[in-house]
């Protein structure tokens, strides 16, 4: 197909959206990784908790903030939320909530909110 370019042609309409779209998806994946970095910062800690049925939470601690990821979860940063003991982060609505005093972690979902990864620990 021959480019005319003093003339917009369909095909060159078409190859200005599937490069937009391309930059588009590229710029957005990459920034909300740099987002989250510059926003919270460089993480304070980091820890792997072995749940039972075979189940594991990889952790990165933040000042107000966790990023768990999990199989089932995908990646979450959760916000720190008020508890009596031990450090508990949730989403807005509260159907995602990391609890995690000492060694050992839990996670529970929906609502009302289920235990979904039990008996976690990294030692």
Same mark, same amino acid.
């Given at each position: 197909?021959?480019?005319?370019?003093?003339?917009?042609?369909?095909?060159?309409?078409?190859?200005?959206?599937?490069?937009?779209?391309?930059?588009?998806?590229?710029?957005?994946?990459?920034?909300?990784?740099?987002?989250?970095?510059?926003?919270?910062?460089?993480?304070?800690? #980091?820890? %792997? !908790?072995?749940?039972?049925? +075979?189940?594991?939470?990889? =952790? /990165?601690?933040?000042? &107000?903030?966790?990023?768990?990821?999990?199989?089932?979860?995908?990646?979450?940063?959760?916000?720190?939320?008020?508890?009596?003991?031990?450090?508990?982060?949730?989403?807005?609505?509260? #159907?995602? %909530? !990391?609890?995690?005093?000492? +060694?050992?972690?839990?996670? =529970? /979902?929906?609502?009302? &909110?289920?235990?979904?990864?039990?008996?976690?620990?990294?030692?």
């Amino acid at each position: 197909m021959k480019i005319i370019w003093n003339k917009v042609t369909k095909f060159s309409q078409f190859i200005a959206i599937v490069l937009f779209v391309i930059v588009f998806f590229v710029g957005f994946t990459l920034g909300r990784k740099v987002e989250n970095k510059s926003v919270l910062g460089s993480p304070t800690s #980091s820890a %792997v !908790f072995k749940c039972s049925d +075979n189940k594991v939470i990889y =952790t /990165e601690f933040y000042k &107000n903030f966790v990023h768990i990821k999990t199989d089932k979860l995908g990646s979450k940063y959760l916000p720190q939320t008020i508890s009596a003991s031990g450090a508990r982060y949730a989403n807005e609505d509260e #159907s995602i %909530v !990391f609890w995690n005093k000492g +060694n050992t972690a839990f996670i =529970t /979902e929906g609502n009302p &909110n289920t235990p979904t990864y039990m008996d976690c620990s990294n030692q």
